[in-house]
């Protein structure tokens, strides 16, 4: 195989102190993503390789698309450091493509090589010029940039460009607790959050009977569609069933929105904590809803001290499903399940609530019970690639 891909790093160069363990991490993630190829993967500080069989190109290419910490790649072409190789190289390239503008820009990491890049460039360009008829040099806005790369063992040579996913890579901030309905503002908030290097833990609340299985397989559906971007996510499913019934019977209609969520707030703090995660994440978008004004979040986030991570706190809704169209959730999200928020909103909920009242309410039954009884009784589920599956849909 003459060719690779090379891959460079992200936003990791800004991270000195960091930076083999961004660069441990995204080398993990990559080795993991493609295991099922016959790959072979190696990096520097400045690059990583990935050699690789030529009919797997494509789907390769797919799942690198979606690794956080991968600035840009290149398919480029492999060539030993001496520079009749790089020349002929270059000149059996180039050949091959039609254009009447170039320009050779080159990066000699390994000082040892008799030409500096200015030196190379400029050599390189002289034998296309030679070598090809009616042809000229525009450094400003050529038709075809012509990329060099001397390292000390080998050199590379391509005229092609990727951008990737930028980030940073899964792994390199510890684990948030994503609170994942069926809705569209989650799953693009848990990928945001992908893309900051956390990993993800995710948590539903289910309602059942008055939620259907259906509207658990979505959010299953959903933790799916996210393993792409990230590594294996555990579900937790939380039992709400009877906190919701009981917020129902005792609190102000108004107020049943508020005090749900504040509930939800407080079992999250507890999943946190019992899970070893570090802050919530959600998709709580300002607002969007009732619950979601500046007021409602200070009164909802006041039963707890966990940082609460909001990615879509500002975005537009019509932002917000672009990336839901682009990570593929939006179709599962928009089909008709009922989650238990839904299901139980009132016609007027508060929209200015205030702690004081919240509490009142709350008086009027015993939550705590309720509460730790809850959270004893989650369901994990682990949700995987499945690899029959996944290689199937390639
Ligand atoms: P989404 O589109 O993500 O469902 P939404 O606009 O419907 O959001 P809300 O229902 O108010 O907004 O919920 C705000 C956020 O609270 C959600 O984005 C999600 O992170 C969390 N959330 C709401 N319902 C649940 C649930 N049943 N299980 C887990 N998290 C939930
Ligand atoms: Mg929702």
Redesign the pocket.
């Known amino acids: 195989m003459d060719k690779i891909i090379l891959i460079k790093y992200g936003e990791l160069n800004t991270k000195k102190g960091n930076r083999n363990f961004f660069i441990n991490t995204l080398y993990k993630n990559v080795l993991n993503s493609l295991k099922d190829y016959d790959v072979k993967i190696s990096k520097d500080r400045a690059r990583m390789y990935i050699e690789f069989k030529d009919e797997d190109l494509d789907s390769i290419k797919s799942i690198i698309d979606k690794i956080f910490g991968i600035y840009k790649y290149h398919i480029a072409y492999i060539v030993n450091t001496n520079i009749e190789d790089i020349k002929s190289k270059v000149l059996e390239i180039v050949k091959k493509e039609d254009f009447n503008t170039f320009k050779v820009e080159s990066n000699r990491s390994y000082k040892e090589f008799p030409l500096n890049s200015l030196e190379l460039s400029k050599t390189l360009g002289g034998v296309i010029l030679k070598n090809i008829d009616s042809i000229k040099v525009d450094v400003h806005n050529p038709e075809l940039l012509v990329n060099v790369e001397v390292r000390e063992k080998k050199s590379y040579i391509y005229l092609n460009s990727y951008m990737g996913s930028g980030g940073y890579p899964v792994g390199v901030q510890p684990k948030g607790m994503?609170?994942?309905?069926?809705?569209?503002?989650?799953?693009?908030?848990g990928y945001l959050a992908l893309k900051r290097g956390m990993t993800l833990d995710a948590?539903?609340?289910?309602?059942i009977p008055h939620?259907s299985i259906e509207a658990r397989n979505k959010?299953i559906t959903l933790a799916k569609k996210l393993l792409p971007y990230g590594t294996n996510i555990n579900l937790h499913i939380?039992n709400?069933t009877k906190i919701q019934e009981a917020i129902y019977k005792n609190c102000h209609s108004n107020y049943v929105?508020t005090i749900m969520?504040r509930m939800?707030y407080r079992i999250m703090e507890k999943i946190v904590n019992k899970y070893n995660g570090y802050v919530i994440?959600?998709?709580?978008?300002i607002g969007?809803?009732a619950?979601?004004t500046l007021t409602s979040m200070k009164v909802i986030n006041d039963v707890t001290s966990i940082p609460v991570i909001r990615p879509?706190a500002c975005l537009d809704k019509l932002e917000i499903i672009d990336i839901a169209k682009k990570i593929d959730t939006y179709e599962t999200?928009i089909l008709p399940y009922e989650?238990?928020?839904?299901v139980f909103v009132p016609k007027h909920p508060v929209i200015n609530p205030t702690i004081e009242a919240s509490e009142i309410e709350e008086n009027e039954f015993n939550y705590e019970e309720m509460i730790n009884e809850a959270v004893n009784s989650i369901e994990t589920i682990k949700i995987k690639k499945d690899e029959k599956e996944f290689s199937s849909l390639l």
Do not use: H, K, W
Request: hydrophobic share 45%.
């Open positions: 994503l609170m994942l309905s069926g809705g569209i503002d989650s799953p693009v908030a948590v539903y609340f289910e309602a939620t959010v939380v709400f929105i969520r939800m994440v959600n998709g709580e978008s969007q809803v619950s979601q879509v999200s989650d238990c928020c839904t």
